[in-house]
């Protein structure tokens, strides 16, 4: 089974003006697909091509010398890009607003507030030097936010360590390439991730923060 490019669960247009079209175009058609064909390049007759990408990062220490790094960028950018689309709503349809029940607990109990929490999550994305991510997680039992360069995933701890960030399940992702957001943001990352808190799909990071939990 080759791994496959999920669909966006909304229109193209659906995040404007916070996200535009034609960046989601170019993001979804032209760079998830390219780390999907890649990660289905490096793995094609492994064992780790029927597994789930999820837990291809999470055994990336299995994956013979000569593939890991092709794995650890592209099943990276997968797996990072299929729960970055989820993780977003147009605001007509829930984006925005703040997290709910257990996970505004959790996130009060973390930070001491949401905007302790979306203050901490705005430097951890503006800091990332380069291109990169960042992460809130579950980790331990609590929430925590971290950042990835490049394609590296939390998921990735026992393969890289401390470049897999705080080592959690990511439950929330920004996405800090400039490719995802140059076209309409030019060189102002504040600015996209500022937009980022109104179109954030709460609804899905609490579920994401149960099942992560579970
Ligand atoms: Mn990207």
């Given at each position: 089974?080759?791994?496959?490019?999920p669909?966006?669960?909304?229109?193209k247009?659906?995040l404007?003006?916070?996200?535009?079209a034609?960046?989601?175009?170019?993001?979804?058609?032209?760079?998830?697909?390219g780390?999907v064909?890649?990660?289905?390049?490096?793995?094609?007759?492994?064992?780790?091509?029927?597994m789930k990408?999820?837990?291809?990062?999470r055994?990336l220490?299995?994956?013979?010398?000569?593939?890991?790094?092709?794995?650890?960028n592209n099943i990276g950018?997968?797996?990072?890009?299929?729960?970055?689309?989820?993780?977003?709503?147009?605001p007509?349809?829930?984006?925005?607003?703040?997290p709910?029940?257990?996970?505004?607990?959790?996130?009060?109990?973390?930070?001491?507030?949401?905007d302790?929490?979306?203050?901490e999550?705005a430097n951890a994305?503006?800091n990332?030097?380069?291109?990169?991510?960042?992460?809130?997680?579950?980790?331990?039992?609590?929430?925590?936010v971290?950042?990835?360069?490049n394609?590296?995933?939390?998921l990735?701890a026992g393969?890289?360590?401390?470049e897999?960030?705080?080592?959690?399940?990511?439950?929330?992702?920004?996405?800090v390439?400039?490719?995802?957001y140059?076209?309409?943001?030019?060189?102002?990352?504040?600015?996209?991730?500022s937009?980022?808190?109104n179109?954030?799909?709460?609804d899905q990071?609490?579920?994401n923060?149960a099942?992560a939990?579970?």
């Amino acid at each position: 089974m080759a791994f496959t490019l999920p669909d966006l669960p909304y229109p193209k247009n659906a995040l404007e003006p916070h996200i535009d079209a034609k960046t989601m175009e170019i993001h979804h058609d032209k760079h998830h697909a390219g780390y999907v064909a890649k990660a289905n390049a490096a793995l094609e007759g492994t064992k780790f091509a029927d597994m789930k990408p999820e837990d291809v990062a999470r055994n990336l220490g299995d994956v013979s010398a000569d593939k890991r790094t092709a794995v650890r960028n592209n099943i990276g950018g997968h797996v990072n890009h299929s729960l970055f689309w989820t993780v977003m709503a147009p605001p007509s349809k829930g984006g925005g607003g703040k997290p709910s029940g257990d996970l505004a607990a959790a996130i009060d109990k973390a930070f001491g507030s949401f905007d302790k929490f979306k203050e901490e999550f705005a430097n951890a994305a503006a800091n990332r030097f380069g291109s990169g991510w960042a992460w809130l997680c579950v980790k331990d039992g609590g929430v925590k936010v971290c950042s990835t360069a490049n394609q590296d995933s939390p998921l990735m701890a026992g393969a890289i360590g401390d470049e897999a960030g705080c080592g959690g399940t990511p439950i929330l992702g920004l996405d800090v390439w400039e490719h995802a957001y140059y076209l309409n943001y030019q060189n102002k990352r504040p600015d996209y991730i500022s937009a980022f808190w109104n179109v954030v799909n709460w609804d899905q990071v609490g579920k994401n923060f149960a099942k992560a939990k579970a």
